[in-house]
């Protein structure tokens, strides 16, 4: 339907969404372009053809650690996060569970409460017991705030799920729980790493709860990048970003391909 | 042998009852359909015997022995889904064999079991399959064979043939009551259908507002229904709301003015009764001049005409404005006017009247 | 599951209630003298209302951008096929899928004045230092940021709308323009307040976007909280814009939920 050309005054809605669609991608685009320049400053178009600023970036050991401080923590604090909402999930699901709502709330709530202000909290509540905030700190608190993405990714898939294949598989002989395990769950794996990966991203790429929580002997990657992008701008930068921006059009692709992540993103 | 006995079977959520003191026998071999709109209770009573709900009062028994106490996965009954819940992630030979599996059975046996009841359902070459590659009508039938594969006494099915073509499910229908005489399981099947419910059943067992309304054979249900609302429930039918009057010391109707003869017998002190017709069992004559006085004879105008290849259903129109059904198979007719707008006799049989409160 | 939701979130919510009505005593000590002050400064000082006023009408102009930009993309992405649906979606996540700090690194590029893609924006831009530090500039960048959600929310809306009102409208001899106006525009209309409410209530409380784009000039009140409780570890004060904050955002969701539940097509 926008690709039908009859009429002059088609062409507009489709000239429109492209315009969008390339407002969308711009900032990411010019980065990566950036990153290939040989001047040290940053400019686009890039002036020169190098790859010296990604090689530079891979054989920095501080880019390393901090990228491997992120991927830890938000793996760490999305399998947790796993730990709490997949229970939740399955009770959440099934039908005349009282004060369901409630828990649904408390599930959801950090999805509402604004990040920063959790964030002051539990940085203040560590203060006032006189501590540091630990390593898992930042984990518990990548957990809570990832808690509602792969809840809601699960309760939307076990809601959709047929009832009747979990009395199907007990009127077969199968008890509660090897149905669950064997029918259920199995059916709902696809929408887990869906969430999965939702929550592992979202918790990589958080800025605020390491900015506020993780001292420097302990950068992740958005932080290193934060620091290095408020204080002294270079394609090193870009080449870091660049690198970033392609991790995450692999992962929307994936997305892209279960439906269900396009409502539950959100 | 397996005799499935509901006795005074009641759910009730808050005041209401979904289910109100229903008692009936299935007996050995037999195979009872269970007839009724939606909200009869049909469904409440079926997932109480699987064990999904948990009755108020009343007993479930096999043979005896009541199932209320044993978990849904030991009562040892099969049952077929509506929408089949076929586990979506597993072959065709998967889901067949779940249930022996389950039941650690050795996995050549499984397999020879598996082969042996793909078989029968005529699904072999399909055997590999996810059940979103197969059809509407080779899921229903996966869905039988995961149920008989297990070899029970009962098996329970909630309308398992609604989500298909009617050509397919006369097919179907045939194929199930085969196999049911041939293996001898004791069956309780649920439909709103009541085509399906009298071609299959031994017995059909009626249900209305929660309550069991009519026990009984097809011929019975149909021809002798208990209430106006089951007559209803079995095809097209007259009611003809009727006054008793007393003439030469007996008691006849009057249906419009028009005197009524019925073999069937009135009950005493009635004063008002409703007399049920099939249409089948009219006959349209030709108009006779004074037609009115006779008594089972009635005068109209055909109003419409509907054509159903083997016979046609016309309505009938009296001079009060009351419409009357007749079906009628066209030898029948002859050469009669049946057009629309044509005066016809219609004439009541007095053996075809059923007389109800 | 319960302890780590009590701990880990509940707790700290309830110490930043606490501490918003303690007074600060130098940077980093509180003492427990319970105040309105923190609230009475935020209010009345012209510094601290300019800014409340700067996040809302940054808030609200992020709204109306999104929907502006969003609206096309949602329906064409509800009404094209197979590859273009997955191209478009691809480009609407992938933003969703980078870090807001890299984001808003690509904009700080775009924006500077040397840039060739200034020149499009021409009479918004400063000589000086382009669209950096600028109203427009962060307006855009902030749009962009959360341009996916708006996106995501007006397409569910727009995907389960019933295709045949349209062909109805059109039928009936409605052109296309006037169809859309009076027969499928007021029925996503809940959907464009339910996603401008999301976009309105995660742009008050973000953080990054301002911070780099904003700079010094374009206080906001998330920076400003990041400001007083990191760098001047003025924690009551902190705690008292954060409170502020959440009450925004909570009326806000109540504004969203009550939305989605009257409006059948809402959420």
């Known amino acids: 339907m926008i690709l039908s050309l009859r009429r002059p005054t088609r062409l507009i809605f489709p000239v429109v969404v492209a315009a969008i669609m390339v407002f969308l991608v711009s900032p990411l685009v010019v980065l990566v372009g950036t990153a290939f320049t040989t001047t040290s400053y940053l400019t686009f178009p890039p002036k020169g053809w190098t790859l010296s600023w990604f090689t530079q970036v891979l054989r920095d050991p501080t880019w390393g650690y901090a990228a491997l401080n992120s991927l830890v923590i938000a793996a760490a604090g999305s399998l947790l996060a796993s730990v709490v909402a997949i229970p939740a999930a399955v009770v959440l699901s099934r039908r005349g569970v009282r004060a369901s709502n409630t828990v649904t709330t408390l599930i959801m709530a950090p999805i509402m409460v604004p990040g920063i202000m959790f964030v002051l909290g539990v940085m203040l509540s560590y203060n006032r017991f006189d501590m540091a905030a630990p390593q898992w700190g930042l984990v518990l608190a990548l957990a809570v705030l990832t808690t509602p993405y792969i809840a809601r990714t699960m309760i939307a898939a076990l809601s959709q799920l047929d009832p009747g294949l979990e009395e199907a598989a007990m009127s077969l002989g199968a008890s509660r729980v090897r149905a669950w395990v064997q029918i259920v769950l199995p059916n709902v794996s696809k929408s887990y790493f869906s969430g999965l990966a939702l929550a592992f991203i979202l918790a990589f790429d958080e800025l605020v709860v390491p900015l506020f929580l993780a001292g420097p002997s302990f950068p992740t990657l958005p932080v290193r990048i934060y620091r290095s992008v408020a204080f002294d701008v270079s394609p090193e930068i870009s080449a870091v970003s660049s690198l970033l921006v392609v991790v995450a059009v692999v992962v929307a692709t994936f997305a892209v391909r279960d439906p269900s992540t396009a409502k539950t993103a959100r | 042998m397996s005799d499935l006995e509901i006795t005074g079977l009641t759910k009730r959520y808050g005041t209401e009852s979904a289910l109100d003191d229903v008692t009936f026998t299935v007996s050995d071999g037999e195979l009872v359909t269970v007839l009724g709109h939606s909200g009869s209770g049909k469904t409440t ?279 009357i059904l007749v079906e009628a198979r066209h030898n029948a007719l002859s050469d009669q006017d049946v057009s629309v707008g044509a005066q016809v006799t219609v004439r009541i049989p007095k053996e075809a009247i059923r007389i109800l409160d | 599951m319960t302890v780590l939701y009590l701990v880990q979130f509940v707790l700290p919510l309830a110490i930043v209630a606490v501490t918003a009505f303690q007074t600060s005593a130098g940077p980093g000590v509180i003492t427990s003298d319970l105040t309105l002050g923190n609230f009475h400064k935020v209010l009345t000082d012209s510094f601290y209302l300019e800014m409340l006023g700067r996040s809302f009408v940054l808030a609200l102009g992020t709204a109306v951008l999104t929907v502006l930009l969003g609206y096309p993309i949602a329906w064409a992405l509800a009404r094209s096929r197979s590859w273009l649906r997955t191209l478009i979606l691809v480009v609407v996540m992938t933003p969703l899928m980078t870090s807001s700090v890299v984001r808003s690194f690509g904009w700080m590029v775009l924006f500077d004045p040397e840039s060739p893609i200034l020149k499009l924006f021409g009479p918004l831009a400063d000589e000086r230092t382009g669209l950096m530090y600028t109203m427009p500039g962060l307006l855009i960048a902030m749009a962009h940021v959360l341009l996916p959600f708006m996106v995501l929310t007006l397409y569910g809306i727009i995907d389960r709308l019933d295709p045949t009102l349209e062909h109805a409208s059109l039928n009936m001899g409605a052109g296309r323009v006037e169809t859309f106006l009076r027969v499928t525009f007021p029925l996503t209309l809940g959907g464009v307040f339910a996603g401008m409410l999301l976009v309105f209530a995660t742009a008050i409380s973000t953080f990054v976007t301002p911070k780099l784009i904003g700079g010094t000039q374009y206080r906001v009140l998330a920076t400003e909280i990041y400001e007083q409780s990191v760098q001047l570890l003025n924690w009551p004060l902190a705690s008292a814009m954060a409170l502020l904050l959440l009450l925004i955002a909570v009326l806000t969701n109540l504004v969203y939920v009550s939305l989605t539940r009257r409006i059948p097509g809402g959420g």
């Open chain 2, 45 to 323: 009573l079926l997932r109480s015997v699987a064990g999904f709900i948990e009755p108020t009062s009343g007993d479930v028994r096999v043979n005896g022995n009541s199932l209320l106490d044993l978990p849904i996965n030991r009562r040892g009954i099969g049952i077929v889904f509506q929408n089949y819940a076929l586990f979506p992630h597993m072959t065709v030979r998967q889901n067949v064999g779940y249930g022996l599996r389950v039941r650690r059975i050795r996995k050549d046996e499984v397999r020879e079991r598996v082969d042996r009841e793909l078989e029968r359902v005529q699904l072999s070459k399909y055997a590999d399959r996810k059940p979103a590659q197969l059809s509407g009508g080779q899921q229903q039938r996966v869905a039988l064979a995961r149920a008989l594969v297990l070899e029970p006494s009962i098996v329970l099915f909630d309308e398992p043939f609604s989500n298909l073509d009617a050509m397919l499910r006369d097919g179907l229908r045939r194929d199930l009551r085969q196999l049911q005489r041939r293996l001898g399981f004791t069956a309780l099947f649920v439909t709103h259908d009541q085509r399906e419910a009298m071609a299959l059943a031994d017995r059909v067992a009626v249900m209305r507002s929660g309550r069991l309304v009519q026990y009984g054979p097809p011929q019975e249900i149909y021809n002798r229904p208990s209430q106006v609302e089951v007559a209803a429930l079995l095809g097209r039918s007259n009611l003809l709301r009727c006054l008793v009057k007393e003439r030469d010391a007996m008691p006849v109707l009057e249906w419009c003015g028009q005197p009524l003869i019925a073999d069937d017998s009135i009950p005493a002190h009635a004063r008002e009764v409703t007399a049920f017709i099939r249409p089948e069992n009219l006959v349209i004559e030709p108009p006779v001049e004074g037609a009115t006085s006779r008594p089972n004879v009635i005068t109209g105008r055909v109003v419409s005409t509907d054509y159903f290849g083997s016979a046609s259903l016309i309505t009938v129109e009296t001079e009060n404005n009351e419409p």
